[in-house]
């Protein structure tokens, strides 16, 4: 077991590495993703290795959040190079907008 631990964390550097030198953003979401889950995976193979059930409830509650984190950040970097993002994000809020009763045209 010591060996799967020694290369999932052998295999979250090189990611790490990865999410630092990622010419894009979503090339470092992925990469950050990625440690995401090994660190998850050794959360539950420290909780099969000790019989801590606190810490199977800590990856499971880790990988939740981790989830909704890649969705926010999907969610942002959408909207930064979407500009239709941020005019549906101005209806979203209840600002006064209105419909011209085109396709798709928004009046704010």
């Given at each position: ?19 630092l ?7 470092r ?13 050794l ?18 509650v ?22 239709d ?6 209806r ?17």
């Open positions: 077991m010591i060996y799967i631990i020694l290369f999932i964390l052998l295999t979250a550097f090189v990611t790490f590495l990865r999410a030198r990622g010419p894009t953003v979503a090339q979401v992925v990469a950050a993703d990625s440690i995401g889950l090994m660190l998850f995976s959360l539950l193979l420290l909780s099969s290795k000790l019989q801590a059930k606190a810490l199977l409830d800590i990856a499971l880790y990988a939740i959040l981790q989830f909704i984190d890649v969705l926010v950040i999907t969610r942002h970097i959408d909207c930064e190079y979407d500009y993002c941020q005019e549906n994000t101005e979203d809020s209840g600002e006064n907008v209105h419909h011209k009763g085109g396709e798709g045209e928004w009046d704010s």
